[in-house]
T-cell receptor, first 116, second 107 residues
Framework: GAVVSQHPSWVICKSGTSVKIECRSL??????MFWYRQFPKQSLMLMATSNEGSKATYEQGVEKDKFLINHASLTLSTLTVTSAHPEDSSFYICSATPGQLNTEAFFGQGTRLTVV | DAKTTQPPSMDCAEGRAANLPCNHS???????VYWYRQIHSQGPQYIIHGLKNNETNEMASLIITEDRKSSTLILPHATLRDTAVYYCIVGAQKLVFGQGTRLTINP
């Protein structure tokens, strides 16, 4: 199946700093990518929909100024956690679809963020 | 919000068929049923999806009731590596995850 790659796989940062996570579709073009967050023992929570060439659409309760999403090309979306705090520590996962409706989404391997 | 209901946990013996149920009584006409699974600390893995016909691939079979209000994922010969959380999701493109079923395959 198609491959979606996230980088880094894990990162530790200090409180107050910003962290960028990359999500790449390696063998297909993704007009739409999705960002999720997952806390321990919980399900994935959708944070935002990232659309190539336009602004991301954020789910209710997700701060757009804290979680900056950029989808500058058809194969790359980035999530920047700004001014990170320990409560932002989580597992961040992206997914991408080739663009057509009702096709399967492919997920990255996830990025574990720890803010100390 | 998630639009599916799944049992929180299930057990199955290795080598047996694992049948995972899912209720999606509010599914709309253009929404597909997707199944994914997540092994600890990894990204979800796609299993199968369908609209109204039963589907089969190398991993599993998907049985969707005629009224489309429920479905069953079947892993025909479960192995220990099938231990994971299984998510049933209905949608068109944006996938909203529920709590899933934690399937444990026992030797």
């Amino acid at each position: 199946g198609a491959v979606v790659s996230q980088h880094p796989s894990w990162v530790i940062c200090k409180s107050g700093t910003s962290v960028k996570i990359e999500c790449r579709s390696l063998d297909f073009q993704a007009t739409t990518m999705f960002w999720y967050r997952q806390f321990p023992k919980q399900s994935l929570m959708l944070m935002a929909t990232s659309n190539e060439g336009s602004k991301a659409t954020y789910e209710q309760g997700v701060e757009k100024d804290k979680f900056l999403i950029n989808h500058a090309s058809l194969t790359l979306s980035t999530l920047t956690v700004t001014s990170a705090h320990p409560e932002d520590s989580s597992f961040y996962i992206c997914s991408a679809t080739p663009g057509q409706l009702n096709t399967e989404a492919f997920f990255g391997q996830g990025t574990r963020l720890t803010v100390v | 919000d998630a639009k599916t209901t799944q049992p929180p946990s299930m057990d199955c013996a290795e080598g047996r068929a694992a049948n995972l149920p899912c209720n999606h009584s509010t599914i709309s006409g253009n929404e597909y049923v997707y199944w994914y699974r997540q092994i600890h600390s990894q990204g979800p893995q796609y299993i199968i999806h369908g609209l109204k016909n039963n589907e089969t691939n190398e991993m599993a079979s998907l049985i969707i009731t005629e009224d489309r209000k429920s479905s069953t994922l079947i892993l025909p010969h479960a192995t220990l590596r099938d231990t994971a959380v299984y998510y049933c999701i209905v949608g068109a493109q944006k996938l909203v995850f529920g709590q899933g079923t934690r399937l444990t395959i026992n030797p």
